[in-house]
């Protein structure tokens, strides 16, 4: 067996990158997540009285139900980058316009869109929060599944990766039953749309906005909530005080008679307050220090996929190690047989993980080091590794791909390793024939994939294929083949690493309807908002209010707030002005 080292540094000069795209489901950790997050939230005293913010599905809630990615041809981009965290040199090459996304930004959007698969109900219940809490007209029933409202759906469904929302969302799992109740009536109470509730099961995870509560007994409460499965709908979650219970009608046309409501405990319910999302940094890359812990999200045509950590192993279903967070992404996606579900997995960076992931999986995520992604075909032998600032495998099928700043290559093969040093990316893997081949991916040409026989496209007579973006739609092209013969050729193209949406494998397709569900046409509010008062902005004045606080006007410039979407705002205020 050969085993002479072959290595190559990608010197061809790259002046652009990517082309700008467009009970017991919870699972958290019996402490919280190990930061003792429960500990920061003050709840107020609770009343036990009906209350109502004056919210209702029906006109502040949308008509149209909730989609998931294949129904809409928009997918989150470049410009949602931007509306969402500035130009900054994290975000966009060299901070310039028009923004070409950062290879980490670009893996982050990709990991939204990745996500985006089985539904957007945290965007629904997020977006239509603001527009309320703003006073937008014409009310959200009035809107329709147009571009501007589905790319605003898309971003306020992303914040549910920000860090300080995961931190939150943790500290709220911790709390009990009646805590999250007499939060929400206190918010109700002042008139605050400020809390979405999320409800999740072994097998999908559900995002509601509620707004109001009304008690059948001092024990027995009902959130009454906007679910945009069901639009125009009056929807509620029946919660039993004195046993920490509560049952959520998920499918049933008739919430009264839902034949399968789905049910669960303190740690299967928890809110998220808008403010947690308008104090977000930029969730990738290094310059804001908002990355201290690792988030990733794992899409896996099956349960059966684990993760080996040093203080214990993860797995869908089944209580996490403290300090490690796991539960459904909310995107309303219960699982049917043969469907896939999206896990989101939190945990301390400085963790070296073990996947096992024996069915068709993908694997994405930041750490504060490095975006990483994995891709497995299914039937995959061995473990899939993440180290501090790397990822490795021995299965030549299993894709793996790491995005540093700018930097970022993808690779497979035997042996099959990325590491980073902050400065470039180093590509290991053992090509057919047993040479090791060797990839430094550097500023000269940062985005680099390394390919051998099995994976698709390439060529079988190949020992070694070293794809390089050579220019915004360019790609040289680098074929060795087991003699050491070398033919480079060039092509039209962009590497798929260095783009924001990337086509998602047969196997973990979503089905056009959730499973329980009738079809999305069937589930349509009537347009005709119904009878109460509203709230007439004006159009040329600053208008976009903040995900948190309604009292407060952020000024946004007319292009990134168009009139009557309710843009979620940019997360760096152009100015803060004391509300009235």
Same mark, same amino acid.
């Given at each position: 067996?050969?085993?002479?080292?072959?290595?190559?540094?990608?010197?061809?000069?790259?002046?652009?990158?990517?082309?700008?795209?467009?009970?017991?489901?919870?699972?958290?950790?019996?402490?919280?997540?190990?930061?003792?997050?429960?500990?920061?939230?003050?709840v107020p005293e609770a009343k036990g009285v009906n209350v109502d913010l004056g919210l209702a599905p029906n006109p502040n809630g949308f008509a149209f139900a909730n989609f998931g990615a294949g129904a809409s041809p928009e997918v989150f981009g470049a410009e949602d980058?931007?509306?969402?965290?500035?130009?900054?040199?994290?975000?966009?090459?060299?901070?310039?316009?028009?923004?070409?996304?950062?290879?980490?930004?670009?893996?982050?959007?990709? $990991?939204?869109?990745?996500?985006?698969?089985?539904?957007?109900?945290?965007?629904?219940?997020?977006?239509?929060?603001?527009?309320?809490?703003?006073?937008?007209?014409?009310?959200?029933?009035?809107?329709?599944?147009?571009?501007?409202?589905?790319?605003?759906?898309?971003?306020?469904?992303?914040?549910?990766?920000?860090?300080?929302?995961?931190?939150?969302?943790?500290?709220?799992?911790?709390?009990?039953?009646?805590?999250?109740?007499?939060?929400?009536?206190?918010?109700?109470?002042?008139?605050?749309?400020?809390?979405?509730?999320?409800?999740?099961?072994?097998?999908?995870?559900?995002?509601?906005?509620?707004?109001?509560?009304?008690?059948?007994?001092? !024990?027995?409460?009902?959130?009454?909530?906007? !679910?945009?499965?069901?639009p125009g709908q009056e929807r509620w979650v029946n919660v039993d005080l004195a046993n920490e219970t509560w049952s959520f009608p998920y499918s049933g046309a008739d919430p009264n008679n839902d034949p399968a409501p789905w049910s669960g405990g303190p740690k299967d319910? !928890?809110?998220?307050? $808008?403010?947690?999302?308008?104090?977000?940094?930029?969730?990738?890359?290094?310059?804001?220090?908002?990355?201290?812990?690792?988030?990733?999200?794992?899409?896996?045509?099956?349960?059966?996929?684990?993760?080996?950590?040093?203080?214990?192993?993860?797995?869908?279903?089944?209580?996490?190690?403290?300090?490690?967070?796991?539960?459904?992404?909310?995107?309303?996606?219960?699982?049917?047989?043969?469907?896939?579900?999206?896990?989101?997995?939190?945990?301390?960076?400085?963790?070296?993980?073990?996947?096992?992931?024996?069915?068709?999986?993908?694997?994405?995520?930041?750490?504060?080091?490095a975006a990483v992604r994995i891709e497995t075909p299914g039937s995959s032998t061995g473990t899939v590794e993440v180290t501090d600032g790397g990822v490795k495998a021995d299965d030549p099928n299993v894709v793996l791909s790491l995005a540093d700043g700018n930097l970022?290559?993808?690779?497979?093969?035997?042996?099959?390793?990325?590491?980073?040093?902050?400065?470039?990316?180093?590509?290991?893997?053992?090509?057919?024939?047993?040479?090791?081949?060797?990839?430094?991916?550097?500023?000269?040409?940062?985005?680099?994939?390394?390919?051998?026989?099995?994976?698709?496209?390439? !060529?079988?007579?190949?020992?070694?294929?070293?794809?390089?973006?050579?220019?915004?739609?360019?790609?040289?092209?680098?074929?060795?083949?087991?003699?050491?013969?070398?033919?480079?050729?060039?092509?039209?193209?962009?590497?798929?690493?260095?783009?924001?949406?990337?086509? $998602?494998?047969?196997?973990?397709?979503?089905?056009?309807?959730?499973?329980?569900?009738?079809?999305?046409?069937?589930?349509?509010?009537?347009?005709?908002?119904?009878?109460?008062?509203?709230?007439?902005?004006?159009?040329?004045?600053?208008?976009?209010?903040?995900?948190?606080?309604?009292?407060?006007?952020?000024?946004?410039?007319?292009?990134?707030?168009?009139?009557?979407?309710?843009?979620?705002?940019?997360?760096?205020?152009?100015?803060?002005?004391?509300?009235?």
């Amino acid at each position: 067996m050969r085993t002479k080292r072959r290595v190559f540094a990608a010197t061809a000069s790259l002046a652009l990158l990517a082309a700008c795209g467009g009970g017991g489901g919870g699972g958290g950790s019996a402490d919280g997540g190990g930061d003792n997050k429960a500990a920061d939230i003050t709840v107020p005293e609770a009343k036990g009285v009906n209350v109502d913010l004056g919210l209702a599905p029906n006109p502040n809630g949308f008509a149209f139900a909730n989609f998931g990615a294949g129904a809409s041809p928009e997918v989150f981009g470049a410009e949602d980058l931007v509306a969402m965290f500035g130009n900054g040199p994290n975000v966009c090459v060299d901070g310039a316009e028009p923004c070409q996304p950062t290879a980490e930004a670009a893996a982050w959007a990709a $990991m939204v869109n990745d996500n985006r698969a089985a539904g957007h109900c945290e965007g629904f219940a997020v977006l239509s929060a603001n527009r309320f809490a703003a006073g937008k007209t014409p009310p959200s029933v009035q809107l329709t599944m147009d571009p501007t409202v589905t790319k605003d759906i898309m971003r306020a469904f992303a914040t549910q990766f920000f860090q300080s929302t995961q931190e939150e969302t943790i500290g709220w799992q911790a709390k009990s039953l009646k805590d999250k109740v007499a939060t929400l009536e206190s918010a109700f109470a002042s008139k605050k749309a400020v809390y979405t509730l999320a409800i999740y099961t072994a097998e999908g995870g559900h995002a509601v906005l509620p707004y109001a509560i009304e008690y059948d007994g001092p !024990d027995q409460a009902k959130i009454k909530i906007y !679910d945009s499965n069901w639009p125009g709908q009056e929807r509620w979650v029946n919660v039993d005080l004195a046993n920490e219970t509560w049952s959520f009608p998920y499918s049933g046309a008739d919430p009264n008679n839902d034949p399968a409501p789905w049910s669960g405990g303190p740690k299967d319910l !928890d809110i998220t307050s $808008m403010s947690a999302r308008d104090a977000a940094k930029v969730p990738f890359g290094k310059g804001d220090g908002e990355v201290t812990k690792s988030l990733l999200l794992i899409r896996s045509s099956a349960l059966n996929w684990s993760i080996k950590t040093p203080s214990g192993s993860v797995r869908p279903g089944a209580a996490a190690p403290a300090g490690i967070t796991i539960r459904p992404v909310r995107s309303s996606a219960p699982k049917a047989p043969g469907t896939p579900v999206d896990y989101m997995v939190y945990l301390p960076a400085d963790q070296p993980l073990e996947f096992n992931l024996p069915d068709p999986s993908r694997v994405s995520g930041i750490t504060p080091k490095a975006a990483v992604r994995i891709e497995t075909p299914g039937s995959s032998t061995g473990t899939v590794e993440v180290t501090d600032g790397g990822v490795k495998a021995d299965d030549p099928n299993v894709v793996l791909s790491l995005a540093d700043g700018n930097l970022v290559a993808s690779s497979n093969g035997a042996g099959n390793e990325l590491a980073t040093t902050g400065e470039q990316i180093d590509v290991q893997v053992t090509a057919p024939n047993g040479e090791q081949v060797s990839v430094a991916v550097t500023a000269d040409a940062p985005a680099v994939d390394v390919r051998t026989p099995g994976r698709d496209g390439v !060529d079988p007579k190949a020992n070694v294929e070293i794809l390089t973006q050579t220019g915004a739609n360019e790609i040289e092209k680098k074929v060795i083949d087991a003699n050491g013969t070398e033919t480079v050729t060039t092509q039209e193209g962009q590497l798929e690493n260095t783009q924001v949406s990337r086509p $998602m494998p047969e196997a973990l397709g979503a089905p056009e309807t959730k499973p329980g569900l009738p079809a999305r046409d069937e589930r349509v509010a009537e347009v005709t908002p119904a009878a109460g008062p509203t709230t007439t902005v004006d159009a040329a004045a600053p208008t976009t209010a903040p995900l948190g606080d309604p009292t407060t006007t952020i000024a946004v410039p007319p292009a990134t707030a168009p009139a009557g979407s309710g843009n979620l705002p940019p997360l760096r205020p152009v100015a803060t002005v004391p509300g009235g």
